[in-house]
């Protein structure tokens, strides 16, 4: 459950950063809903290894405020592109989180499939490049640095 209040634009779109573990059962429940045909989930885990170098934790901190901002435009963004989408939620983790942790959960409901994966790609790869959000990188040699994840991955066009 999210230390900080959800917070939504639409009724049904919800919102959090959260140093409580995240629930794929709590997020999938968010997005349900009886008019959708597909919800899709994005699940980001803390993986083993980057560009082959042994990872044993990340640690994530946000600026909360602007982060929530951020995901909110996500969701518009979303609307604006596919209209028929019901749900958006984005959850992020913060904090030190070990190998296999879930570090952030989109889910999109919609009527169809094509949308709920295109609109659930499109807000993963748009807070991956505009959230301030940052994680420090624990490798297994004892170093770590620390990374926007906007050097992640790249946005993709909506379309």
């Known amino acids: 459950m999210p230390l900080t209040t959800p917070i939504a634009k639409h009724t049904q ?3 959090a950063i959260t140093f409580a573990p995240l629930s794929l059962a709590e997020v999938y429940a968010l997005a ?6 597909a919800v899709v989930v994005m699940s980001g885990t803390v993986r083993n290894q980057t560009e082959g170098k042994p990872v044993v934790a990340l640690e994530y901190q946000a600026y909360q405020p602007m982060a929530l901002r951020v995901f909110e435009e996500i969701a518009s963004d979303i609307r604006q592109t596919w209209p028929d989408v019901n749900q958006v939620i984005i959850y992020h983790r913060t904090g030190r989180l070990q ?3 879930i570090s952030v959960l989109v889910a999109v409901g919609s009527p169809h499939r094509a949308e709920a994966f295109a609109a659930c790609q499109f807000a993963i790869d748009t807070l991956k ?3 301030p959000i940052w994680k420090k990188e624990h490798w297994a040699d004892g170093s770590s640095s620390w990374v926007s994840i906007a050097d992640c991955e790249k946005v993709r066009d909506p379309q």
Do not use: V
């Not at 349900?32 to 045909?37: M, R």
């Open 129 to 131: 490049h505009t959230a």
């Open 13 to 15: 779109d919800k919102f």
């Open 32 to 37: 349900d809903n009886p008019a959708n045909g």
């Open 99 to 101: 190998i296999g942790e």
